[in-house]
């Protein structure tokens, strides 16, 4: 089913994006064929935030740092055509053994090398991957304004920072940080409670949440092993039977449903899956539910 008249605005920024994007981290390996037909699934789907990293590859299941962008840039030199319909995201800053580096040179040749790779001339989305507290926020702010006047770059999100480390980059800018990405589920519920996503709301920014199925935990017909996945699992399962619809979904509009407006980046390799995503915005969840689901979370009452 193919999304239409239902884009989000990227922060304060001229990019839209479909409600659900796809995510690439588990994108490894050399079938560009069978990689093409992923994407093409999920632009058909309406999920046109493509979100990448230059470290993709090396800490999940591939072999080498930039091995997800190398297949996503083969995909694109194959199907130029997608190149104009995706919004591409990728993130620098995350260096095996150091492990963090967003000072200006890593940010810059970052950037260069996720162009080469990507086989693009701009990427839409530059974010941070995650924080490195021994770079001066002035710095890393000089390093991607730079790039964004020599339109290497389109717009800026920051990911895995906290509410004050996001304001204290934002101040060093001048133009807003267009996103930010926590790690955001009905399992991993961190960033409605630590203020991550009222951050996102008091600034005008778009929340990315990443692995919105816990990774895998909270997918269909998994029968996870940590207590608070099983509940989590079940109480999806229950709400699932009672909007006819599968776990995934009610999983998914779990997220959509805060009202920060956080688009969940999934992460499956399957094309039915990637297809299936969708009936998330069928699911409508009551605020009774939604709590249902913290509380399953927790393991304990709200007070
Ligand atoms: N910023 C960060 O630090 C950070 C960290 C982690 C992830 N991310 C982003 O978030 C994206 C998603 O992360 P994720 O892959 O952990 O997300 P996820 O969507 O929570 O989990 C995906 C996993 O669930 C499995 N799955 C099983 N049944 C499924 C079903 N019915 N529908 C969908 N998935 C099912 C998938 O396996 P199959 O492939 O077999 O379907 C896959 O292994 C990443 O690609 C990346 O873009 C960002």
Redesign the pocket.
């Known amino acids: 089913m193919k999304i239409t008249g239902n884009s989000r605005r990227l922060g304060q920024s001229a990019l839209e994006v479909g409600p659900i994007?796809?995510?690439?981290?588990?994108?490894v390996g050399n079938d560009v064929k069978a990689a093409r037909t992923r994407i093409e699934t999920a632009l058909d789907a309406g999920m046109t935030l493509i979100?990448?990293?230059a470290v993709?590859g090396l800490d999940?299941g591939g072999n080498a740092f930039g091995e997800?962008e190398t297949l996503l840039g083969k995909v694109l030199a194959d199907a130029p055509e997608f190149r104009r319909k995706m919004v591409l995201?990728t993130?620098f800053g995350?260096i095996p053994g150091v492990p963090y580096d967003s000072g200006a040179a890593a940010v810059t040749r970052s950037c260069e090398e996720s162009l080469t790779r990507l086989q693009t001339d701009t990427i839409d989305l530059f974010?941070v991957?995650?924080p490195d507290v021994l770079t001066h926020p002035s710095e890393l702010a000089e390093a991607l304004t730079r790039l964004k006047a020599q339109g290497k770059i389109r717009e800026v999100g920051v990911?895995?920072y906290n509410a004050r480390q996001t304001l204290l980059l934002q101040q060093f800018l001048s133009f807003p940080l267009a996103t930010l990405?926590?790690?955001f589920?009905a399992l991993n519920l961190e960033a409605a409670f630590d203020g991550v996503l009222d951050f996102a709301i008091s600034r005008h920014m778009t929340p990315?949440?990443?692995?919105?199925?816990?990774?895998?935990?909270?997918?269909?017909?998994?029968s996870p092993a940590e207590p608070a996945a099983r509940r989590v699992a079940s109480k999806l399962d229950d709400l699932a039977r009672q909007h006819g619809t599968?776990?995934?979904a009610v999983?998914l509009a779990f997220v959509m449903r805060h009202p920060a407006g956080a688009i969940?980046?999934?992460?499956?390799?399957?094309t039915?899956?990637?297809a299936?995503?969708n009936d998330a915005l069928r699911v409508n969840l009551s605020r009774a539910d939604w709590y249902a689901l913290v509380v399953a979370a927790r393991g304990e009452p709200l007070p």
């Open positions: 994007a796809y995510g690439l981290w588990r994108f979100d990448v990293a993709y999940w997800s995201a993130k995350i974010q991957h995650r990911s895995n990405q926590p790690e589920s990315l949440a990443w692995s919105p199925l816990a990774g895998g935990k909270l997918a269909d017909g998994v599968t776990r995934v999983a969940p980046i999934m992460g499956t390799q399957s039915a899956r990637i299936a995503a």
